[in-house]
């Protein structure tokens, strides 16, 4: 009798399906570079991670609020969960309501943020950095470490698409541009990523002197 082993292959991302849009992609990539990065660079020199997050409207995809992480005030304040308390700082009457807004991550969110932008009500978010980037070129793996050791999930086999919101990664966007468009968009990504680099080995150097839990 033979024996059937049945392999399984990754889902497809949502982005992978999602077309070539230049105008949401240059507004993404221009939040990180003017909004993000200037406060990530001063909140690693407080010893803080690199990742950082935004609303935008999506009707107009102006910036609603843009923060970074704060875990040397809190270790909760990962960068997304620090961006929704900010927001709800504000006057109910500056703040639109979730289905008005999509969020930004400039990291895949760990599980603890995905679960935030769930019960915030979000439906749609972005990232440009995956979990492997996060482990593999920043040394913070601890996003895939607790998907392994929580949830018993391999890298990407949580569902980027589900009753609640769908999460599109930033490159894949870009993979579906064509020509001189997506060579640009590519050359702003390999920027960031120097970017980010930098502000990584900031970062690292640093941690040793911080209390966070997860460094």
């Known amino acids: 009798?033979?024996?059937?082993?049945?392999?399984?292959?990754?889902?497809?991302?949502?982005?992978?399906?999602?077309?070539?849009?230049?105008?949401?992609?240059?507004r993404l990539l221009g939040v990180m570079e003017q909004e993000i990065v200037p406060l990530t660079r001063e909140?690693?020199?407080?010893?803080?991670?690199?990742?950082g997050a935004a609303v935008l409207r999506k009707s107009s995809l102006s910036t609603v609020l843009a923060a970074t992480n704060n875990e040397v005030e809190n270790p909760l304040w990962?960068?997304?969960?620090h961006a929704l308390k900010l927001?709800?700082?504000?006057?109910?009457?500056?703040?639109?309501?979730?289905?008005?807004?999509?969020?930004?991550a400039t990291h895949e969110p760990c599980t603890l943020?995905?679960?935030?932008?769930?019960?915030?009500?979000?439906d749609t978010f972005y990232y440009l950095f995956s979990h492997e980037d996060s482990r593999d070129s920043f040394n913070i793996g601890h996003?895939?470490?607790?998907?392994?050791?929580?949830?018993?999930?391999?890298?990407?086999?949580?569902?980027?698409?589900?009753?609640?919101?769908t999460g599109y990664g930033i490159r894949d966007l870009v993979n579906n541009c064509e020509g001189t468009t997506k060579a640009r968009f590519l050359e702003r990504i390999a920027r960031l990523e120097r970017t980010y680099?930098?502000?990584s080995d900031v970062y690292q150097s640093r941690k040793a002197d911080t209390d966070i839990p997860l460094s």
């Open 113 to 122: 943020c995905l679960s935030a932008i769930t019960w915030a009500g979000y």
């Open 78 to 81: 990962h960068g997304e969960i």
């Open 43 to 51: 909140g690693v020199r407080r010893g803080n991670k690199i990742f």
């Open 143 to 165: 996003d895939l470490r607790i998907l392994r050791e929580v949830f018993k999930l391999g890298p990407g086999e949580y569902a980027r698409t589900n009753a609640y919101w």
């Open 197 to 199: 680099a930098e502000m």
């Open 1 to 26: 009798m033979t024996r059937t082993i049945r392999v399984s292959t990754p889902a497809m991302r949502p982005g992978e399906a999602a077309g070539c849009n230049p105008q949401l992609i240059d």
């Open 87 to 104: 927001l709800h700082e504000l006057p109910r009457a500056q703040r639109p309501a979730p289905r008005e807004l999509l969020f930004l």
